[in-house]
């Protein structure tokens, strides 16, 4: 890419601020940050920046909006929806909050945990459970995602059933706007109501309204046991029933339930070493159930050990197991977290994140699947997970033995409008968890309701006038006005 002369003043300026751990143009530098998680979308950037405090995030913003030029904020670059990942045409900085990953204080009397934005969600859970309390929100990336991306992208996971999404558990924010300006929402308050929330507002906004800097976060008393099932069972209706069944069984102790077809396990065998099958025999379909129990409350694997062994006899679940330590636990739960490796191991598929209502999800599943599957002959379908939120991961394999990468580039398009049209048709969301970024724009600026989308863009034009805030993300640009 040619740098005009005022791009090269802005970034001599910005290398002046940053210093050489800060500031990097260095080709090999910048590689992993040009291209998802999935190594679908490939951008380009003029340089890494990496801020070491707000201050300097500050200074980024303001000088960038004097030189009209797009930020791009990167955390762990683990979306799902090339979300991080900088455009494939002009200009654009890579703003990573990767250095600041200061836990700034955890108060178990509060309940909040105040962390920089770039602290991983491992990290945080690790410092929210050295002092007796835990961060109930947890998914596979936790290694590498950060407090910065999950609130932006309004992240979900394997809680949500009992503890509610990202928004649930921000209880403030720090963020630099987009003209430079820091708004401190950072108190922590139980209750605001000093109008328009902010802090809701920029979680989820995926980086086009400004940059996170820090993050008060809502926290919960550490558990006292924990027991993990596995049950083999012939439908997704069938695994609905249970999760209502294990419910009413385990006193509302249920905070996990993930949907694991056969397909899904199969992958993770083949693809994860250290990983065995968890029941005996094969079954077209599973759920991972977690059940938790506070300090001194009776341990909840008897509870659901009983149920499950009733289910069995009633004839609606195949065959259980429940973890009998925590080796035992952690290795169920690898199974269910392992599957996006397993699929990206495997090859390319259209990835989607759908919704719909959740009694609904079973036969969602079911009609969407012979409906892709007739449509577009010889493509496999693997749908999984959060069946309790009615969120499925609606996913697409190219046909075996089709190259992947050519398959998705000529008929992903094709197959993503298919599944969103089925998905919108069933009144349901195209984004349950994992957000717009680059890969649903279109899809999205097709079906969202246009006073969504109206309402959407005046408050990007409100807030990022020159809309230089991850630009190409979410917002779909409004449509040319007609000829005259
Ligand atoms: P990035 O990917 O770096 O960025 C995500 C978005 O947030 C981008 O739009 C970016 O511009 C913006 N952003 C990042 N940091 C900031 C900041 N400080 N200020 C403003 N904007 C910012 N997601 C789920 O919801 N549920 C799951 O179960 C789940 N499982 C996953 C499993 C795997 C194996 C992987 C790879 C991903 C998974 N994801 C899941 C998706 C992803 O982990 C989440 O979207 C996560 O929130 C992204 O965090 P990140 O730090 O990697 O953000
Ligand atoms: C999960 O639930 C993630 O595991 C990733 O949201 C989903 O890889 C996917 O499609
Ligand atoms: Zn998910």
Redesign the pocket.
Known sequence: MTIDHEDAALLAGLEALLGPRGFTRDPDDLAPWLVD?RGRVRGQALALLSPADAGQVAAIVRAAATARMPL??????????A??TPPAHGRALIVS?RRMRAILGVSPEDGVAIVE??V?LSALHEAAEAVGMRFPLS???KG???????????????QVLRFG??RALVLGVE?VLPDGARFDGLSALRKDNRGYDLRQL?GG????L????AAALRLVPAIGARAVGWAGLETPQAALGLLRRLEAATGAAVESFELVPEVALDLVLRHIPGTRAPLAGRHRWNVLVEATAPTGAPDPAGALGAALAQAIDDGLVADATVSASEAQAEALWKLR?SI??AERADGMAAKH?VAVPVSAMPGFIESARQAVEARFPTTRVIAF??LGDGNVHFNVRAPMGEDGRAWLAREGAGVSAFVHDLTVAAGGSISA???I?QTKLADYARLADPARLAAQRAIKAALDPLGLM?PG??VPLAPEPPAP
């Open positions: 998680w791009v904020p990167q955390g762990g670059n683990t979306s799902m929806v979300g991080a909050l934005a770039g991983t998914l596979a990336a590498t995602a950060t407090i910065g991306g999950l609130i932006s992208t309004n992240a979900g996971g394997t999404p990202m963020a920029l906004a995926e980086g086009t400004g940059i996170i800097t977290e996006s490796e994140d997970g959060h968890e994992h957000g970024g991850n993300k979410l």
